[in-house]
């Protein structure tokens, strides 16, 4: 329990970060920093809560998250400069990788529960690890990177998807199949970055 | 049953190609032309069942339909050029223009069973037949061109929408008025594209 | 309940006016200024009502409302001109400040009562009161102004959504807390807006 908390937390900071980085950037205000880290962190579990009718949303049901950005927000523009130094471009990609994968295991695994088809469900997957991003990037009027910088990304999504639904067939136990699924996803993303793999 | 079904698949395909067409001329990559034909192709009825909170998602209940552009999404890009050549410009138009008609009554009738009120029913009917298309234009950056091209097209599918509602009050039979109303929404669509008329 | 319903109509208004403003500027057709309008209008309240579960949305229990902007839709064009001169850039603002504390604080009393825990609740009023206006621009192809501009406006909403949670929890009647919070919220964005404080 404590360690699956610990990584959503890294995965939703992972997102946070993005969004302000995204934010400062397009030189937004305090208020434009705080919405786009919102959006990029909640983004994608939110459009899964809402396609599957689930409530309470996570995010509200976790308020703890919602005020943590809050606060992040509050110190991010005078304190990314500093951040920055602290925290390598590599450290936010790996941050990222994580999150991908916990994201989208969640996603599929909350879909499979809710009873959607097998098809279905490995694409919640894929909406839950990577909407936070769209929505980011539309939010900032730019095309989403995902669907343009032809680098592996929603792909990694959707095969380690596949590999967490074909263990579950399979029988095999669900935390094993549930940690592999999500590791995988981020080694796969982590890796054909690294060595710079394009789809395209 | 099988008429509906194949013009169904017929307008869901109308989407798909004019997603594949956008994406490409974006250069996105294998990923972001699945999701932008995806969004194109089941967009409107999406916000549609969310609006009037019926679940399941009908992409999520016909699982074969996201197979379907899945499985186009990997030969789109390099098929792309080929079948231009089979199909033409005005083929799309005009399967576009069925898509139109038969998502639109679909909407305005499945939003008067869920107890809408009338002028509400006749906009979840427009909002069914065209909000695909401005999710498109919103993910790929552009002002949604149903908004600004000065083409009628919206105006078709509520002129329809407002012939079904009306044939439905005055007590006609719910499959005749349907069928009239999609093909009256096709029609004034293509009539006026082909001669031009502006709105603007 | 007559003066609620008058601000409400006002609120509605304001941002109907923004929205056909701004469809105007970019150039749209009559179907793109009612639907940049109506989701000016209506944006904010049918998001918090998707997040809270809630339905009917409040435009389809009021079909009034939308009926009303479709009509002001179709003179808006010729008639925007003319209107400008009777209603001063000063009294749109007015009327806007209305809406954005009035919405706010509908928004965070709605999502009191539908149990939400306190700190969501005030990002429900805030998202109630701007999220209109975000939709609006990023619909017509821009960044949301309320994230870059630079000066107080969700963070009016924000202060007043908290001021009407303290009062609430001190026991205070809730007429009054409305009433006096939806007003601060007014107040305070019409000050700092005409003294030109900034907050980036």
Same mark, same amino acid.
């Given at each position: 329990?404590?360690?699956?908390?610990? =990584?959503?937390?890294?995965?939703?900071?992972?997102?946070?970060?993005?969004?302000?980085?995204? !934010?400062?950037?397009?030189?937004?205000? &305090?208020?434009?920093? @705080?919405? &786009?880290?919102?959006?990029?962190?909640?983004?994608?579990?939110?459009?899964?809560?809402?396609?599957?009718?689930?409530?309470? =949303?996570?995010?509200?049901? $976790?308020?703890?998250?919602?005020?943590?950005? @809050?606060?992040?927000?509050?110190?991010? !523009?005078? !304190?990314?400069?500093?951040?920055?130094?602290?925290?390598?471009?590599?450290?936010?990609?790996?941050?990222?990788?994580?999150?991908?994968?916990?994201?989208?295991?969640?996603?599929?695994?909350?879909?499979?529960?809710?009873?959607?088809?097998?098809? +279905?469900?490995?694409?919640?997957? &894929?909406?839950?690890?990577? @909407?936070?991003? &769209?929505?980011?990037?539309?939010?900032?009027?730019?095309?989403?990177?995902?669907?343009?910088?032809?680098? *592996?990304?929603?792909?990694?999504?959707?095969?380690?998807?596949?590999?967490?639904?074909?263990?579950?067939?399979?029988? +095999? *136990?669900?935390?094993?199949?549930?940690?592999?699924?999500?590791? !995988? +996803?981020?080694? @796969?993303?982590?890796?054909?970055? $690294?060595?710079?793999?394009?789809?395209?």
């Amino acid at each position: 329990m404590s360690l699956i908390k610990f =990584l959503e937390i890294l995965a939703i900071l992972a997102g946070a970060f993005s969004g302000f980085a995204e !934010a400062r950037r397009k030189r937004m205000d &305090v208020v434009g920093i @705080f919405t &786009v880290a919102f959006i990029t962190a909640f983004g994608g579990g939110t459009l899964r809560d809402i396609l599957l009718d689930e409530r309470p =949303l996570f995010w509200v049901a $976790h308020q703890e998250y919602a005020i943590l950005i @809050f606060l992040l927000a509050l110190v991010a !523009a005078p !304190a990314i400069a500093m951040m920055r130094k602290l925290i390598s471009e590599r450290l936010v990609v790996v941050a990222d990788a994580l999150g991908l994968g916990l994201f989208s295991i969640v996603g599929v695994s909350q879909a499979l529960e809710a009873g959607m088809p097998i098809f +279905i469900a490995s694409m919640m997957g &894929v909406i839950t690890g990577i @909407f936070g991003g &769209v929505l980011r990037d539309i939010v900032c009027n730019e095309i989403p990177m995902v669907l343009r910088d032809g680098r *592996p990304y929603a792909i990694c999504s959707f095969a380690g998807c596949w590999m967490y639904l074909l263990m579950t067939k399979a029988g +095999i *136990p669900g935390d094993f199949s549930l940690w592999t699924s999500a590791l !995988a +996803i981020s080694l @796969f993303r982590l890796v054909t970055w $690294h060595r710079g793999v394009r789809i395209d």
